[in-house]
């Protein structure tokens, strides 16, 4: 199965490889930072490279958000990526968030086999979406097996042998209790922050807001000329169609085309089985 996995993601990779060669799109490997205003700097592999442009679009996208007290190991606390990837089936899962990635791995790892269990804060799951689909997609995986804990979250975690030791807090009706609870594999899944780390947006005068998104206006343009945000990194949905379109938007209002997009008709989806 992870065979298979790696087969059809080198194959999208190597078709966006293609669309740069045919559009020609050079593709510039390294870590990137804004010098300032139309500069760009490159550290990569075959040394270091300076860019001059009149234009920069941030699309760096998010990384998995963490939990205070619980630190990644990435073989047994995991994120999203992590959870792509383990090397065999744990015996036992406890899933920390019961959103659409949550849901999604939980299921995952539930039908090859594992426990699941999934600790949610709120009081109910994917509290984003409408209370009796939410209702009625909780019912469909408790007929899977996957156990739901709601109004409990997990404070500390930490590995021992081959195990975790999580702490779990369960809060209801104002009455707090912790219980220590182990298993194979902690997945935190609660959800995603923009990844603007080591950018240099900040230091180049670009505006971020409380949550680290950067701040654009209705064309994508930041308060630096020539600075411009798509994506994850600003505020909305983070869904990969959503920031596909904001860029196809943004490149034409950068070409002076009358580029929008419809937020109102963005799809959302929990990829489950069934």
């Known amino acids: 199965m992870m065979e298979r996995k790696d087969k059809v993601v080198g194959e999208l990779t190597r078709g966006v490889d293609g669309l740069f060669k045919k559009n020609k799109v050079?593709?510039?490997?390294?870590?990137?930072?804004?010098?300032?205003?139309?500069?760009?700097?490159?550290?990569?592999a075959e040394g270091a490279r300076s860019l001059a442009t009149r234009r920069i679009l941030i699309a760096t996208g998010s990384k998995p958000a963490a939990l205070p007290g619980i630190r990644y190991d990435d073989h047994r606390i995991v994120h999203s990526t992590h959870a792509l990837a383990l090397?065999?089936?744990?015996?036992?899962?406890?899933?920390?968030?019961?959103?659409?990635?949550?849901?999604?791995?939980g299921s995952v790892w539930r039908r090859l086999g594992a426990e699941v269990e999934v600790l949610e804060f709120m009081d109910r799951?994917?509290?984003?979406?409408d209370r009796k689909m939410g209702q009625l997609l909780q019912r469909s995986r408790e007929k899977q097996g996957i156990a739901f804990r709601l109004q409990t979250?997990?404070?500390?975690?930490?590995?021992?042998?081959?195990?975790?030791?999580?702490?779990v807090k369960k809060d209801a009706s104002g009455a707090a209790a912790e219980t220590r609870e182990r298993c194979d594999v902690l997945l935190v899944a609660v959800?995603?922050?923009?990844?603007?780390?080591?950018?240099?947006?900040?230091?180049?005068?670009?505006?971020?807001?409380?949550?680290?998104?950067?701040?654009?206006?209705?064309?994508?343009?930041?308060?630096?000329?020539?600075?411009?945000?798509?994506?994850?990194?600003?505020?909305?949905p983070?869904?990969?169609?959503?920031?596909?379109?904001?860029?196809?938007?943004?490149?034409?209002?950068?070409?002076?085309?009358?580029?929008?997009?419809?937020?109102?008709c963005v799809p959302n989806v929990v990829y489950t089985w069934p």
């Open 26 to 44: 050079e593709r510039v490997n390294g870590s990137a930072r804004i010098a300032s205003p139309g500069q760009v700097e490159v550290a990569g």
């Open 87 to 105: 090397p065999e089936v744990p015996r036992r899962m406890i899933v920390v968030g019961a959103g659409a990635i949550g849901l999604e791995l």
């Open 125 to 129: 799951i994917v509290p984003g979406m």
């Open 153 to 167: 979250s997990a404070t500390a975690a930490y590995v021992e042998g081959d195990q975790v030791v999580v702490t």
């Open 191 to 236: 959800g995603r922050r923009p990844y603007t780390d080591g950018l240099g947006a900040a230091e180049a005068g670009v505006r971020l807001d409380e949550r680290g998104r950067v701040q654009v206006d209705e064309h994508y343009r930041t308060n630096v000329e020539g600075i411009f945000a798509i994506g994850d990194v600003i505020h909305g």
């Open 238 to 264: 983070m869904l990969a169609h959503k920031a596909e379109e904001e860029g196809i938007a943004a490149v034409e209002r950068m070409a002076g085309l009358p580029g929008h997009v419809e937020y109102r």
